[in-house]
């Protein structure tokens, strides 16, 4: 059986710069879905929003106050 020839250094060594690259492309697209989920959330920072969110989701209501709590912060208040 014939054995196959090694890979140069040079093509792996592109391979590495590559992947660097593919991985920095969806570390991008994942930050922008971050900030879009953000602004999303901070729009529905409302009684009616979380009861949205908790009917939509299935859960109770002060589980997604606690979630909200965990992304937000202290800085999150629920308006009463």
Request: hydrophobic share 40%.
């Amino acid at each position: 059986m014939r054995k196959r020839p090694k890979r140069s250094i040079w093509w792996k060594w592109f391979n590495k710069a590559r992947y660097w690259f593919l991985d920095l492309r969806d570390a991008r697209k994942n930050a922008d879905a971050c900030y879009s989920a953000r602004y999303l959330l901070d729009d529905l920072n409302n009684d009616m929003g979380i009861k949205r969110i908790a009917e939509e989701t299935g859960l109770p209501e002060g589980v997604v106050v606690s979630a909200l709590m965990n992304i937000y912060g202290k800085d999150f208040k629920r308006e009463l």
